[in-house]
């Protein structure tokens, strides 16, 4: 079993920044694929930005340029640096951690731009 467990969010004026942190722990094979996803009221949950175990990334049009992913493989963590934040990046972002082919969630962490 794999635990992931997300940190970071919060409340952060528009064109303000923020970072997320996601640490995976437990019986860990190997994690081809890291990522963060978001979900807003209302909405369905959406890809963010994933990295792979080669260091390779892709990102949603919508925070390309904006939002950077990293991750560190030795530590199994993952973070998202967002700057210039929108209001429309009002969701709650959550980790997405791919050992032997099944997903593991964290459980959310509320971030929410609003002047």
């Known amino acids: 079993q794999v635990q992931v467990v997300e940190s970071g969010g919060g409340l952060v004026q528009p064109g303000g920044s923020l970072r997320l942190s996601c640490a995976a722990s437990g019986s860990i094979v190997s994690i081809p694929v890291m990522g963060w996803w978001r979900q807003a009221p209302g909405k369905q949950r959406e890809l963010v930005a994933n990295v792979f175990s080669g260091d390779s990334t892709n990102y949603a049009d919508s925070v390309k340029g904006r939002f950077t992913i990293s991750r560190d493989n030795a530590k199994n963590t993952v973070d998202l640096q967002m700057n210039s934040l929108k209001p429309e990046d009002t969701a709650v972002y959550y980790c997405?951690?791919?050992?032997?082919?099944?997903?593991?969630w964290g459980q959310g962490t509320q971030v929410s731009v609003s002047s």
């Open positions: 997405l951690v791919v050992d032997l082919g099944r997903n593991y």
